[in-house]
């Protein structure tokens, strides 16, 4: 019943912010320990784990961009938004966002195209 939906520009330019939002609706109880997470996949790549916040909001990033990375959440809006920032053309990629619950599930959004280009 949990749907995810990703949100944001699907150009962005070199040197810039990557921000995309991430919509969960048809559940999220906030008594659950949850891992809110960003994973993208460049064309011909397989798939990278960027992030995740929890329920009580700590954030874990991958170390290769953790540099470059911020996860926020609203919690009154079942949102978190992801930051990446001085984006490169490498940086392009499908971005998805999911959630995991401890003892429910793991559900993923369909996956927004982002380019990077000038």
């Known amino acids: 019943q949990v749907q995810l939906q990703e949100s944001g520009p699907g150009l962005v330019r070199p040197s810039q912010t990557l921000s995309l939002t991430c919509t969960v609706s048809g559940g999220s109880r906030t008594t659950d320990l949850y891992f809110w997470s960003w994973i993208r996949q460049p064309p011909g790549k397989g798939l990278e784990w960027i992030g995740y916040?929890?329920?009580?909001?700590?954030?874990s990033y991958n170390p290769s961009l953790k540099s470059r990375t911020s996860i926020s959440r609203d919690t009154s809006k079942n949102q978190f938004t992801l930051h990446l920032s001085s984006v490169t053309p490498e940086d392009t990629a499908v971005y998805y966002c999911?959630?995991?619950?401890?003892?429910?599930?793991?559900?993923w959004g369909q996956g927004t195209q982002v380019t990077v280009s000038s």
């Open positions: 916040i929890t329920n009580v909001g700590s954030t």
């Open positions: 999911s959630e995991i619950v401890a003892g429910s599930g793991h559900h």
